[in-house]
């Protein structure tokens, strides 16, 4: 193992948090540009408890509502627009993945003179990593994407139907606060989605990681087992605030570069998830379950052992009289239908998408993300084919 760990974003975790939104805030700024999704924040009050802190502290803000699941390069651009018109000089996001995607970039795109698309553009035409970003402030909704305390955007471009990303330092937000209570009011179905976000971010490195990480295996597996087992929970009772608190502790320490340290993570699941949610308006998390068994099937049949590491550690599976590839099989097996019992797609053809646009989807994966070769990289690499191959045996 050779690395180095930086994560400055302060984390401020706990039921009720929100309260301290305006002292907090106060330490960066004068006017905020609180950003928004689609107006569940404003239904359940958590946006008028904002304001309430906001104002107490007194803070002024401006508004960039309306931020879409999927986010898109226009509503960057338009939060953008807002935060320099209002002469804002602190972003907060309040809402899930997407909202606080876009925050991230809105604050870099408030000091980039030229196209924001620029900033998002990796491996393309253009690229341009952002140096400079305004503070910005996560109050995540959702637990899933892990956004509120890493360094990572993924926003979409509609014209061109590509889906990328950005990770630079400038935009590691300065506070994270994590309030679960924040996440009672998140319907089941999408509560089911952020879940397998999670664990799917850690398998990510689990399985394309180098060897020789067993501290990181260990940390890996326990956020996976109790993703699942506290997920399910969440799922079953969305009131239920253990598991909600649970849920949203995992989330973070999923993605916050921890579980990754050392490890040499590739990202080829959400890689190719990306491909599909940008041609077809489908939930991250549930197109990540549908990818991800059909992508362990593919690679078990190199890695056996790993799979095989996976299936006894997480799910129990017994090994006595088998080789490695049926305790593998059945481990992936037993982890789809925990996919499918919390109600998360495990078909393509259960979101309506068929093989019509496959080779669309592995060009496209390895727009962003591609070695030397033009491979998907990971353990193995994928080629285009290998690529359609996991789409095939998904559909
Ligand atoms: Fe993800």
Redesign the pocket.
């Known amino acids: 193992m050779n690395f180095e760990f930086y994560n400055p974003t302060r984390l401020v975790f706990g039921a009720g948090k929100l309260s301290q939104l305006g002292e907090i805030t106060a330490q960066y700024g004068k006017k905020a540009l609180i950003v928004t999704g689609g107006g569940s924040v404003k239904k359940n009050g958590v946006f008028d408890r904002a304001v309430t802190s906001l104002k107490t502290a007194g803070i002024d803000y401006a508004e960039c509502s309306g931020v879409e699941p999927n986010p898109r390069i226009t509503s960057v651009a338009r939060g953008a627009e807002t935060a320099r018109a209002e002469k804002c000089d602190v972003i907060i996001a309040i809402g899930g993945g997407s909202t606080m995607d876009a925050s991230k970039v809105i604050a870099a795109a408030v000091l980039y003179d030229g196209n924001p698309w620029n900033l998002i553009a990796h491996g393309q035409e253009n690229w341009v990593i952002p140096t400079q970003a305004l503070p910005v402030i996560t109050v995540p909704t959702l637990a899933a ?1 892990g956004s509120e305390m890493n360094c990572g955007a993924v926003i979409s471009n509609d014209e061109t139907k590509v889906k990328s990303f950005v990770q630079a330092e400038c935009l590691y937000p300065k506070v994270a606060i994590v309030d679960p209570e924040l996440t009672t009011t998140v319907p089941k179905d999408q509560t089911a989605y952020g879940v397998c ?1 999670i664990i ?2 850690v398998t990510e490195g689990y399985f394309t990681g180098i060897d020789g990480t067993p501290i990181q295996d260990r940390w890996a597996e326990g956020i996976i087992i109790n993703a699942i087992e506290y997920g399910r929970k969440a799922v079953a009772d969305g009131q239920d605030i253990e598991a909600r608190t649970q849920v949203q502790w995992a989330s973070i320490v999923a993605l916050n570069g921890w579980v990754q340290a050392g490890v040499n993570m590739m990202p080829p699941v ?1 890689m190719i998830e990306h491909a599909l949610s940008a041609h077809h308006n489908i939930t ?1 998390g549930a197109g ?1 379950a549908i990818i991800n068994p059909a992508y362990m099937r593919f690679i078990a049949r190199t890695r056996p052992e790993r799979l095989a590491q996976f299936a006894t550690r997480i799910f129990g599976i017994l090994t006595a009289g088998k080789d490695e590839m049926t305790v593998a099989m059945e481990g992936i097996d037993a982890y789809e239908a925990f996919l499918k019992s919390i109600g998360c797609p495990t078909r393509l053809s259960e979101v309506g998408i068929d093989d019509e646009l496959f080779e669309q989807y592995a060009e496209d994966a390895v727009l962003v993300v591609r070695d030397a070769e033009g491979n998907l990289p990971g353990r193995p690499a994928l080629s285009k084919d290998d690529i359609v191959a996991v789409l095939k045996s998904a559909l």
């Open positions: 994407t976000d799917t971010h959400h991250h990540l």
